[in-house]
């Protein structure tokens, strides 16, 4: 079978988010485990640095495109006119417009439908265009979760013959508890000088920003401003609303806008706890990181949290500033408890593996009829 896959959206090392890095370690588990059919790999850049040498059944094929505006709608489309393959996977919302094979793409939550208010309206236009489309043209339809698929099913029952669940997955080689001396140096060196609660994710309106550094506000006065937050990722939509109140905090507020995985995974190592109260999640890969680091997990109390987290996390509603101040002091206070949580830990990590997402992506698109 000659699988063609759009990889334009593999990102860069230090710099990946979710989607990046959801479709960076798909690839690389194809790689490790698929020596019987062929690929085609279409970006608009060269192979990123830290992506494995291509074995012989894996083309890169590389179009020269000044940004990834319009590579789906025009750079992709010529290039499956140039090298067509028998099926085209594209990891993340925009298919492109023309269809010369069967066409699969994995769509990872429906949170511009559940909070609106959460997207630049460019942005969510795109989504809902895109959306609409994958109704109409695409043979296959991975999530990233049951939670994802429940809702999509709900909401649009035709659909439900196309979804497979294809569970993300965890790097145990790199996310496990590092040693004080990792931790206690990138501390240093991140001027991190107190205990301190974790959020890892984009820094926007969808995570839950505002509620997240109003709770830790009030969570430190409690506790006689002992503690940090540190914030670990990039802004985004809805950063401008919460801006001026991380300078006003700026001795208890860090922030921490590139880092690598090695460094991700001694800050979660060192932390008090994640704390993670997002409004909507299609998968939640910071709980399953920090767990794989014995970091003790605050989180939404959401379907697909529960999906992963199982037992082994705190759970609190998201909207509730009192809810959110009582998990992180529950967590952070009781040694016991972090205790009862991190014993449930493994029996989760051990669900979730990448090799696990590439078996189940490739059994998914051989069953395509072609």
Known sequence: ???????????????????????????????????????????????????????????????????????????????LLRHKPEILLVPAYVLPPIKNCPQAITWHDFAYETWPESYFPKQRKILIHGWQKVLHQADLIL??????????????????????????????AIFYQRADLEIKSLLNRLIISKPYILFVGRLEAKKNIQNIIKTFIVFNQKNNHNFQLVLAGSSGFGFDKVENLIAEHQAEIVRVEKFN??????????????????????????????????????????????????????????????????????????????????????????????????????????????
């Open 261 to 370: 995985q090695d460094e991700l995974a001694a800050l979660y190592s060192g932390a008090q706890c994640l704390f993670f109260p997002s409004l909507a999640e299609g998968f939640g890969l910071p709980v399953l990181e920090a767990l794989s680091c014995k970091c003790p997990v605050v989180a939404s109390d959401l379907p697909i949290i529960h999906e992963i987290g199982g037992q082994a996390v705190c759970y609190v509603e998201p909207q509730s500033i009192n809810s959110l101040i009582n998990g992180l002091d529950k967590v952070v206070n009781d040694h016991n408890y972090q205790i009862e949580l991190l014993a449930q830990a493994q029996s989760q990590i051990a669900k979730f593996s990448w090799k696990n997402t590439a078996q189940l992506t490739l059994s998914a698109l051989k069953a395509i009829k072609l």
């Open 143 to 172: 999530v990233p979760s049951q939670a994802v698929k429940d809702y999509a099913v709900s909401k649009y029952p035709r659909v439900g013959e196309k979804i497979k669940v294809t569970p993300l997955g965890i790097d145990q």
């Open 1 to 79: 079978m000659l699988l063609g896959l759009d990889v334009s959206r593999l990102g860069q090392p230090n710099a990946r988010t979710g989607v990046e890095w959801y479709s960076y370690n798909l690839l690389k588990q194809l790689i490790d485990i698929d020596d019987q059919n062929q690929y085609f790999l279409y970006s608009p850049r060269s192979k990123p640095s830290d992506l494995p040498e291509l074995p012989a059944n894996f083309q890169w094929h590389q179009l020269g495109w000044p940004t990834n505006k319009g590579w789906s709608k025009l750079g992709l489309s010529w290039e």
